[in-house]
């Protein structure tokens, strides 16, 4: 490890991250409505004399972009602003327990804004002519739609970025794939009492789901494919048998299954219910797909990281990441997508989110170790 990675560490001011971690906790910041959180961070930079672009990306939406050195960096930190909506309104803020910092967004993402930015403050100490050819990109929209992202792809390819998802610190250079599955049933609607002259749509979509669940390409032991049945509803009307009825299934894809193929199977699969399945009248969208990627085993980040951890005395495994992100969108432009951050996938999206401070402290010195080494 050069001195210089030794030297920048030296910068990394842990009571001012701290305060930026909480100040990002306190400000809510669902998908949609991130311009106070922008706001905030924006004031942080400027502050210190750091130039800020606002990058459009729909009325009142817009991503920060920050850049060091000369020319147009190759290598960017990558973190999204929004959260999901609160679990309670009353009670989405920051939360201190020992080392533990609990909070919407402590893990997804926030912990990892935090440090991109703590490590990018340090860097920015840097006389101007030793400062790496870096940049910041704090996007919106990472939960709903990637629109931030996108936004940022159409003017900017990077060669690198990476981006802070929630990983417990573990560096993942392969990525799950994402498709997400709409299911509608129809039935007839009646009374209640009498269901025999009517058509459950409910039970009609029990029964596609059940049917679904015995492929084999839901056997999760065998298939790799990680899948979630995240809602259903049907329609409000009173003391009757339901008419139409809504599932909604997310299903996260190993790194080299093609989404395509997965909708053609779930597509036979479907065909074959309506012969199992009495009046059954069903439509099936596929809503959202993207592929997953798994990078070159051996790159430079990847060499720096080996360094990295074993100078921070942190254990270094490798994986794939298992949910959805704009990594997904990066690849796909020709970017090489890195996800590397703080906090863990089980508490995300949670009310008992949280991350450890020191996760995040350790986060910002890996952050500007790989900003020093890779831009």
Same mark, same amino acid.
């Given at each position: 490890?050069t001195t210089? %990675?030794?030297?920048?560490w030296?910068?990394?001011?842990a009571?001012r ?17 991130e ?11 400027r502050?210190? $004399?750091?130039?800020?672009?606002r ?6 939406r ?10 147009? @960096?190759?290598?960017?930190l990558?973190g999204?602003v929004?959260?999901?909506?609160a679990?309670?309104?009353?009670d989405? $803020? ?9 909070? !919407?967004g402590s ?8 440090a991109?930015?703590e490590a /990018?403050?340090?860097l920015?100490?840097l @006389?101007?002519?030793?400062?790496p =050819? #870096?940049g910041? +990109? ?8 990637g629109?931030g ?17 929630p990983?417990?610190? *573990? ?7 994402y498709?997400?599955?709409?299911f %509608?049933t129809r039935?007839?609607r009646?009374?209640s009492s009498? =269901? ?6 409910v039970?009609?979509?029990? &029964?596609? +789901?059940?049917?679904l669940?015995r492929d084999p390409?839901? *056997?999760?032991? *065998?298939?790799g #494919? %990680? ?8 329609g409000r009307?009173g003391f009757v048998? @339901?008419?139409?009825?809504e599932?909604?299934i997310? !299903?996260? +894809?190993p790194?080299?299954?093609?989404p395509?193929?997965?909708m053609?199977?779930?597509r036979?699969r479907?065909?074959?219910?309506e ?5 059954l009248?069903?439509?099936?969208? /596929?809503?959202?797909a993207?592929?997953?990627y &798994?990078l ?8 720096? +990281?080996?360094?990295i951890y074993r ?5 270094l ?10 990594g997904n969108?990066?690849?796909e432009? $020709?970017?090489? @997508?890195?996800? !590397?951050g703080?906090g863990?996938?089980?508490v995300?999206?949670?009310p008992?989110?949280?991350t450890s401070?020191?996760?995040?402290l350790?986060?910002?010195?890996i ?9």
């Open positions: 490890m210089r %990675v030794e030297a920048i030296r910068k990394i001011d009571q991250l701290r305060r930026l971690l909480l100040d990002l906790l306190q400000t809510y910041s669902p998908s949609g409505k311009e106070d959180v922008q706001l905030l961070i924006e004031e942080t930079f502050d210190r $004399g750091l130039a800020v672009e990058q459009p990306v729909a009325d009142e817009y991503n920060l972009r920050l850049t060091l050195g000369a020319g147009e @960096p190759q290598f960017y990558v999204h929004d959260t999901v909506t679990f309670d309104l009353e989405f $803020g920051p939360r201190e327990e020992g080392d533990l910092i609990h909070g !919407l893990a997804d993402m926030k912990g990892g804004c935090a991109m930015c /990018f403050l340090a920015a100490e @006389p101007r002519a030793e400062q =050819p #870096i910041l +990109l704090l996007v919106v929209g990472e939960e709903e739609n629109d992202s996108a936004a940022f792809l159409r003017h900017q390819r990077p060669r690198w970025v990476v981006i802070g998802e990983t417990s610190l *573990n560096p993942c250079f392969s990525h799950y794939g498709l997400e599955a709409g %509608v039935g007839r009646i009374h009498l =269901p025999e002259l009517g058509h459950n749509a039970e009609s979509m029990l &029964r596609v +789901l059940l049917h669940g390409l839901f *056997n999760r032991e *065998n298939s #494919i %990680v899948y979630s049945i995240r809602e259903m509803s049907s009307a048998v @339901p008419d139409r009825c599932s909604w997310d !299903l996260h +894809l790194p080299d299954m093609e395509e193929k997965v053609a199977a779930i036979r479907v065909a074959h219910a012969d199992l399945i009495s009046g009248d069903l439509d099936v969208d /596929f809503a959202f993207a592929q997953g &798994r070159a085993a051996h790159t430079s980040p990847a060499q720096v +990281l080996t360094d100078r921070l005395s942190l254990p495994r490798q994986e794939p990441f298992r949910s959805h992100s704009d969108l990066f690849f432009a $020709g970017v090489n @997508p890195l996800i !590397l703080p863990s996938l089980e995300a999206h949670t008992d989110e949280q401070f020191a996760e995040v350790a986060a910002a010195k952050y500007a170790a790989l900003a020093l080494e890779c831009g």
